[in-house]
T-cell receptor, first 116, second 112 residues
Framework: AQSVTQLGSHVSVSEGALVLLRCNYS??????LFWYVQYPNQGLQLLLK??????LVKGINGFEAEFKKSETSFHLTKPSAHMSDAAEYFC??????????????FGSGTRLQVQP | EPEVTQTPSHQVTQMGQEVILRCVPI?????FYWYRQILGQKVEFLVS????????KSEIFDDQFSVERPDGSNFTLKIRSTKLEDSAMYFC??????????FGPGTRLLVL
């Protein structure tokens, strides 16, 4: 079974400050990990993904995440927050097993607020 | 850039009525999914579909739900007799069999 835990349902940062959104996963097989962003009243947009290549993954809008197997973590960071980053961020996990299971398991989400 | 589309964007229905939510996946994708997000909660997997059959479903996907690919482009989710607790945002996603799923903008369903 797979699971995702996102610490902090709400995170507030000042514009220009570092953004750190935490994600820990549990998986009995090598995982694929994703961060999706959901802007108000919109769908889920893929920010970045880890698929067993480089452990430091760069995504869109200046975000990056580092896969740390020893810590079972995949935290999302951005050096300098922008007002337009305000959204809900979801961490998700899947794996491509022989059974063909591909369903994504999502975390509960972290709402990022950016203060001027 | 190809994208997943969903219609309608919003639907209001009475309890007990049938609804059909429609999705057009990315054209060369072969794997299709439905997820839902109840307001304020996490996104939950409902069902995956490949080669004209359900490949996986969650415990949420009970007998009142069904999926269909009626033609070469559409993928539908039918809820036979809606309940109040079916009110949610429903997302369609598709993939080419790789690890990445691409999501549509969602259909917000409100059951009264």
């Amino acid at each position: 079974a797979q699971s995702v835990t996102q610490l902090g349902s709400h995170v507030s940062v000042s514009e220009g400050a570092l953004v750190l959104l935490r994600c820990n996963y549990s998986s009995s097989v090598p995982p694929y990990l994703f961060w999706y962003v959901q802007y108000p009243n919109q769908g889920l947009q893929l920010l970045l993904k880890y698929t067993s290549a480089a452990t430091l993954v760069k995504g869109i809008n200046g975000f990056e995440a580092e896969f740390k197997k020893s810590e079972t973590s995949f935290h999302l960071t951005k050096p300098s927050a922008h007002m337009s980053d305000a959204a809900e961020y979801f961490c998700a996990v899947t794996s491509l097993l022989d059974t063909g299971r591909r369903a994504l398991t999502f975390g509960s989400g972290t709402r990022l607020q950016v203060q001027p | 850039e190809p994208e997943v589309t969903q219609t309608p964007s919003h639907q209001v229905t009475q309890m007990g009525q049938e609804v059909i939510l429609r999705c057009v996946p990315i054209s060369n994708h072969l794997y299709f999914y439905w997820y839902r997000q109840i307001l304020g909660q996490k996104v939950e997997f409902l069902v995956s579909f490949y080669n004209n059959e359900i490949s996986e479903k969650s415990e949420i996907f009970d007998d009142q739900f069904s999926v269909e690919r009626p033609d070469g482009s559409n993928f539908t989710l039918k809820i036979r007799s809606t309940k109040l607790e079916d009110s949610a945002m429903y997302f369609c996603a598709s993939s080419d069999g790789g690890e990445t799923q691409y999501f549509g903008p969602g259909t917000r369903l409100l059951v009264l």
